[in-house]
């Protein structure tokens, strides 16, 4: 039987990751600040259907001040997630999850999906979103995650030439791990947040008629048993829960105070280092692991 081609240059996930301060477990709030912008790419003539355009501006107005005195509550510190339109649209909720002494990262400018684009087009969105997020906030980020999680195989050579520490938008591991941004020698590596679609409340609540959503909007309770068993199991494996909040959608009451259950549950777990992306992405910069390299498929 003939060698099926690509498929033996791929590298195994790395093992246990080596947590700071005696840390078992790692675990990341990651807010998505999704507005109008996502559906507007979806759509752009949605922006005269004022009831869509006000879902969507929920989050900005009413979601993200919920989140702020949540987490200013809990004493944690999460990542935001912004794209750059957002933080045009909402130049002052913007600077006040900055000054709360939240990480802000980038996340687009108009929640552009990156799948069939140009290295060049690729290119015009990231320093875009880039620029809007300098302009508004003054902030220059090191992490990235891409609008619908699609990334293309420039994603990591494009960030890093832009000084990007970290992506979190790819799923084949439950840790942390340096992504090279080519194979070869000589590549440089990114650090790589992995996500995963069930740990994103997109899935469970997202729904505007003719844009987009199953068409069915879950009972927060189901969300947190979900979540929960997941936290459980990344806690008792070592792993890291990497959760992903858009406040258009969690921001309500009745999800937020699921939302705050499970933080409830995160600080009662021993050894769970919870922490900004960012952090995270420090420490793992830290430990000088082997990068990964994942190489395009062939057929």
Same mark, same amino acid.
């Given at each position: 039987?003939?060698?099926?081609?690509?498929?033996?240059?791929?590298?195994?996930?790395?093992?246990?990751?080596?947590?700071?301060?005696?840390?078992?477990? #790692? @675990?990341? %709030?990651?807010?998505? &600040?999704?507005?109008? !912008?996502?559906?507007?790419? =979806?759509? *752009?003539?949605?922006?005269?259907?004022?009831?869509?355009?006000?879902?969507?501006?929920?989050?900005?107005?009413?979601?993200?001040?919920?989140?702020?005195?949540?987490?200013?509550?809990?004493?944690?510190?999460?990542?935001?997630?912004?794209?750059?339109?957002?933080?045009?649209?909402?130049?002052?909720?913007?600077?006040?999850?900055?000054?709360?002494?939240?990480?802000?990262?980038?996340?687009?400018?108009?929640?552009?999906?990156?799948?069939?684009?140009?290295?060049?087009?690729? #290119? @015009?969105? %990231?320093?875009?979103? &880039?620029?809007?997020? !300098?302009?508004?906030?003054? =902030?220059? *980020?090191?992490?990235?995650?891409?609008?619908?999680?699609?990334?293309?195989?420039?994603?990591?050579?494009?960030?890093?030439?832009?000084?990007?520490?970290?992506?979190?938008?790819?799923?084949?591991?439950?840790?942390?791990?340096?992504?090279?941004?080519?194979?070869?020698?000589?590549?440089?590596?990114?650090?790589?947040?992995?996500?995963?679609?069930?740990?994103?409340?997109?899935?469970?609540?997202?729904?505007?008629?003719?844009?987009?959503?199953?068409?069915?909007?879950?009972?927060?309770?189901?969300?947190?048993?979900?979540?929960?068993?997941?936290?459980?199991?990344?806690?008792?494996?070592?792993?890291?829960?990497?959760?992903?909040?858009?406040?258009?959608?969690?921001?309500?009451?009745?999800?937020?105070?699921?939302?705050?259950?499970?933080?409830?549950?995160?600080?009662?777990?021993?050894?769970?280092?919870?922490?900004?992306?960012?952090?995270?992405?420090?420490?793992?910069?830290?430990?000088?692991?082997?990068?990964?390299?994942?190489?395009?498929?062939?057929?």
């Amino acid at each position: 039987m003939a060698e099926d081609p690509g498929l033996h240059d791929v590298t195994l996930p790395a093992g246990p990751v080596a947590w700071p301060g005696g840390a078992t477990a #790692a @675990a990341t %709030l990651g807010f998505d &600040l999704d507005s109008e !912008d996502v559906a507007l790419t =979806v759509d *752009p003539e949605s922006r005269h259907r004022l009831s869509a355009m006000s879902h969507q501006a929920y989050g900005m107005l009413t979601g993200v001040p919920r989140v702020l005195d949540l987490l200013a509550r809990h004493d944690v510190r999460a990542t935001f997630f912004c794209p750059g339109y957002t933080a045009e649209r909402y130049p002052d909720v913007l600077r006040r999850v900055r000054d709360a002494g939240h990480e802000i990262a980038h996340h687009g400018y108009l929640h552009e999906a990156m799948a069939g684009m140009t290295r060049e087009q690729e #290119a @015009a969105v %990231l320093d875009r979103g &880039l620029e809007a997020l !300098d302009r508004v906030a003054g =902030v220059r *980020p090191v992490g990235y995650r891409a609008p619908m999680w699609e990334t293309t195989y420039q994603t990591a050579e494009l960030l890093l030439d832009r000084g990007f520490l970290y992506d979190s938008s790819l799923m084949d591991s439950d840790l942390p791990y340096e992504l090279a941004e080519r194979p070869g020698d000589g590549a440089r590596s990114i650090v790589e947040i992995p996500v995963a679609w069930a740990l994103d409340d997109w899935e469970q609540f997202a729904f505007v008629p003719e844009l987009f959503g199953p068409g069915v909007i879950e009972d927060p309770e189901k969300a947190l048993s979900m979540w929960t068993g997941e936290l459980t199991e990344a806690h008792r494996h070592g792993s890291c829960f990497a959760l992903t909040v858009h406040p258009f959608l969690s921001g309500r009451l009745g999800r937020l105070r699921a939302l705050e259950t499970l933080i409830e549950t995160m600080q009662s777990l021993p050894g769970l280092w919870l922490a900004p992306a960012g952090d995270i992405a420090r420490h793992v910069r830290s430990l000088d692991l082997t990068p990964r390299v994942f190489p395009r498929p062939e057929i």
